[in-house]
């Protein structure tokens, strides 16, 4: 299946890119995902989890950047999962590319989706699938929002008042001291998706589409 997505970044898109191509940095931003080896530049180990209704599923796997395109601020992303209870897996193909918008940058996914075995099953009709991609999406994009706002540089305050032309004292100058650098907080992993308060919603808005239908 192949869905589209897109979030916006408070951040110019040379800014942006550089950012995304963080992994390390962005990756607690992910809901239920854990980055757990980096394996070089472009591969990547780590797990996500989800749930599906009452069903919780944890994909373990590879992460790679299959190609990259500095000059245009676009990539391709492939991802192999498997599920840790041996219920099937999930094969991602996922192109991403960044636009300016009027007071930062978009960032527009394209993901291409194979899902195997038994997790097939739990990811069919109503648009789960698109829905929990969708509100994943919402979450990290919000999570990252909130990352950059704590590691923005505090306002410095304005330097002491030099004595008037006339001679006048100046306030009493304090002795400035030097600020220690402080390494961003780091930011804990977000939790996973609920499925089941989704697929409730899912289903009402199909409902309502339903009967919105009918009325015309």
Same mark, same amino acid.
């Given at each position: 299946m192949e869905f589209d997505n897109s979030?916006?970044?408070?951040?110019?898109?040379?800014?942006? #890119?550089?950012?995304?191509?963080?992994?390390?940095?962005?990756?607690p931003c992910m809901p239920g995902a854990e980055l757990s080896e980096v394996v070089d530049a472009q591969n990547y180990k780590g797990k996500i989890a989800v749930r599906l209704g009452p069903v919780a599923l944890a994909f373990a796997g590879r992460v790679q950047i299959d190609a990259m395109d500095d000059a245009?601020?676009?990539?391709?992303?492939?991802?192999?999962?498997?599920d840790a209870k041996g219920r099937g897996g999930a094969n991602a193909t996922a192109t991403f590319r960044i636009e300016p918008t009027g007071d930062g940058s978009r960032v527009l996914i394209h993901t291409d989706l194979m899902l195997s075995?038994?997790?097939?099953?739990?990811?069919?009709?109503v648009g789960m699938i698109q829905a929990t991609a969708a509100q994943i999406i919402g979450q990290f994009a919000g999570n990252l929002r909130a990352q950059l706002t704590r590691e923005a540089p505090p306002a410095t305050a304005p330097p002491p008042r030099a004595a008037t032309a006339s001679g006048?004292?100046?306030a009493p100058h304090q002795p400035q001291q030097t600020a220690q650098p402080s390494a961003p907080p780091s930011m804990p992993a977000a939790r996973p998706?609920?499925?089941?308060?989704?697929?409730?919603?899912?289903? #009402?808005?199909?409902?309502?589409?339903l009967f919105t239908r009918r009325r015309t």
């Open positions: 979030f916006d970044v408070p951040l110019p898109p040379e800014r942006a #890119w550089a950012l995304l191509m963080d992994i390390a940095r962005i990756a245009n601020c676009s990539a391709r992303v492939k991802a192999q999962g498997s075995g038994a997790v097939a099953q739990y990811g069919r009709g006048a004292a100046a998706i609920s499925g089941l308060s989704l697929l409730a919603r899912v289903i #009402w808005q199909q409902v309502v589409a």
